[in-house]
């Protein structure tokens, strides 16, 4: 008996590992797909290689940011957290344990409801179906331990709980950018379901009383060529995390800075930005390997049950609608943040933000191009720099609720700097009740 | 050298989101005109590391300002990365020109 119930303990604990639950799950889909056996076998190692990526890249994260955290927080007692969806990524994929093979679960639930919701558009108005599998994922997992962490139910009531919030949010946040993206692409057949789509309703709102754009067009606008550096993701990535980085270390000094660093402190910064960007393509290889074939197959579903759904996908979409507004939107994110991040340490927060590219390149750059389409040039402006004190001080909010205060930090975008803080609070009211 | 599939490389800013959907109904497009490639995904700033693979990179608008492929590629401009068809279709014009063997599937 001993013998049968150790084999049986090990591979209930197999199967819970989150690598082999989520591997499990490809394969299951690969097989209903009807996909030839090589690729059934390729396909689910792959991801299993992706999400094992995840999980080191997300770990390699933390080993970069923490142990400076640590020494401006013992020095100061501030505690500065990265405001990236990556960051996002990596706080919950350690919070969440081996909870973590629940996310594919929760997905394939938020899907469904998602699907079912535009399936009744005629009575619940939903038109959006999200396609953005990357992003889809980070949201199952953020909002599965928020879930997990405040209603503290068991795993297969929290798992539902979580995929049907995520369910509504997929469907609603999509179907509220609707117009905005016909209004900005003149039609171009699809909305956005990223992490700023409510944004980017938001501003449409009111964007188009600062300016005519007409008369201020951006894209009338010779911007200088150096900010294509901007384009490159691993350049840009290492140039600000370089910059953010040292401007939230300045207070330690530079002595403080050499010796945390062990080095000369220019080299030392340099060093640091490398590095980050060297983790942020672990993980971004990670969750290709992770994510890609869920587009396809995702795609594949929604065309067979609800074809006249509007696709919701990656907010990068808008952004060759004019290029110079991204730019323009991108540049006055990065200087309003800059402005925010200074209140912050004017009031004395105990909580800092250090701002990633991404809050400030696809959001900025996306409520650019809708700011410019509705008012022209001085509404990126005056839209950018209130989008950029949303999101920061919305990310102080949103981290003072993420319930893991040792994590990376959060994501910095606008929907989770607004709305998903708000649904926390409610999260964390019920939990009050039933606990 | 004859070459009857071509290789084509979608590039967006993080290689994940827009480029992966535009992937998707590209290559749907494709196969309706009859032309017979490969496709893949990648970020701009990894882009360099698909040079040997590819024959032609459909690129986002936004990002073509300030970079250099080499010769022997074929860069595509993309505006609405969801319009398969105009994609397609201009793949097809570079096809057409550079590798008449792939276009018209056999």
């Given at each position: 008996m001993g013998v049968l119930s150790a084999i049986l303990d090990a591979i209930y604990n197999l199967l819970m590992a989150p690598v082999v639950m989520m591997g499990l799950l490809v394969c299951i889909g690969y097989i209903l797909g009807k996909k030839p056996p090589v690729k059934v076998i390729t396909g689910t190692i792959s991801t299993m290689v992706g999400i094992q990526m995840v999980i080191f890249g997300g770990n390699q994260f933390s080993n970069t940011f923490k142990p400076i955290t640590t020494a401006v927080s013992e020095a100061f007692g501030i505690t500065g957290y990265i405001m990236d969806p990556y960051a996002m990524r990596s706080t919950t994929t350690e919070a969440l344990?081996?909870?973590?093979?629940?996310v594919g679960y929760v997905y394939l639930i938020a899907f469904l409801v998602n699907i079912v919701l535009v399936y009744f558009g005629k009575y619940t108005k939903a038109k959006g179906v999200l396609l953005t599998g990357n992003s889809g994922v980070a949201h199952s997992q953020a909002i599965l331990w928020l879930v997990v962490a405040y209603l503290g139910l068991g795993s297969t009531a929290s798992m539902i709980i979580a995929g049907i919030l995520v369910g509504l949010y997929w469907a609603y946040s999509t179907t509220l950018a609707v117009n905005v993206c016909d209004k900005v692409t003149d039609g171009g057949g699809f909305t956005i379901g990223h992490n700023q789509q409510i944004g980017l309703w938001f501003f449409s709102k009111f964007a188009?009383?600062?300016?005519?754009p007409k008369k201020?067009?951006?894209?009338n606008l010779n911007l200088?060529?150096?900010?294509?550096?901007?384009?490159?993701n691993v350049a840009s990535v290492a140039i600000l995390m370089t910059l953010f980085m040292g401007l939230y270390m300045a207070p330690l000094g530079i002595s403080g800075i050499e010796e945390i660093g062990g080095e000369n402190w220019i080299l030392y910064l340099i060093t640091l930005g490398i590095e980050f960007s060297m983790d942020m393509v672990i993980l971004l290889t990670g969750v290709r390997m992770m994510c890609g074939e869920l587009v396809g197959a995702f795609k594949g579903i929604q065309e067979k049950i609800v074809p006249n759904a509007v696709p919701a996908i990656d907010?990068?979409?808008?952004?060759p609608f004019s290029p110079n507004a991204a730019t323009l939107g991108f540049v006055f994110t990065t200087l309003g943040t800059v402005l925010a991040i200074g209140i912050l340490y004017l009031i004395g927060s105990p909580i800092m933000v250090l701002p990633g590219f991404i809050p400030l390149f696809f959001t900025g750059g996306a409520v650019g191009v809708v700011a410019n389409k509705y008012g022209g040039i001085k509404s990126i402006v005056i839209c950018c720099i209130i989008l950029a004190f949303i999101q920061t001080f919305g990310t102080v909010w949103a981290i003072s609720l993420?319930?893991?205060?040792?994590?990376?930090g959060w994501s910095g975008m606008f929907d989770w700097a607004t709305v998903i803080p708000g649904v926390t609070e409610i999260l964390k009211l019920i939990g009050n009740l039933i606990h | 050298m004859k070459k009857d599939k071509i290789n084509v490389l979608f590039v967006c800013g993080?290689?994940?989101g827009s480029s992966a959907i535009s992937e998707v109904v590209v290559s749907k497009a494709l196969k309706e005109i009859n032309i017979s490639c490969e496709v893949k995904h990648t970020a701009l700033g990894e882009m360099s590391s698909y040079y040997n693979w590819a024959d032609i990179i459909a690129i986002s608008k936004k990002l073509t300002t300030g970079i250099s492929i080499p010769e022997e590629l074929h860069m595509i401009e993309v505006?609405?990365?969801?319009d398969g068809k105009r994609i397609a279709a201009q793949i097809k014009e570079v096809a057409e020109v550079y590798y008449p063997d792939a276009v018209g599937g056999k």
């Open positions: 344990g081996d909870l973590f093979g629940l188009g009383k600062f300016g005519d201020s067009d951006a894209e200088p060529g150096w900010l294509s550096i901007f384009n490159n907010v990068a979409a808008l952004l993420m319930k893991y205060p040792s994590g990376v | 993080y290689g994940m505006v609405n990365i969801m």
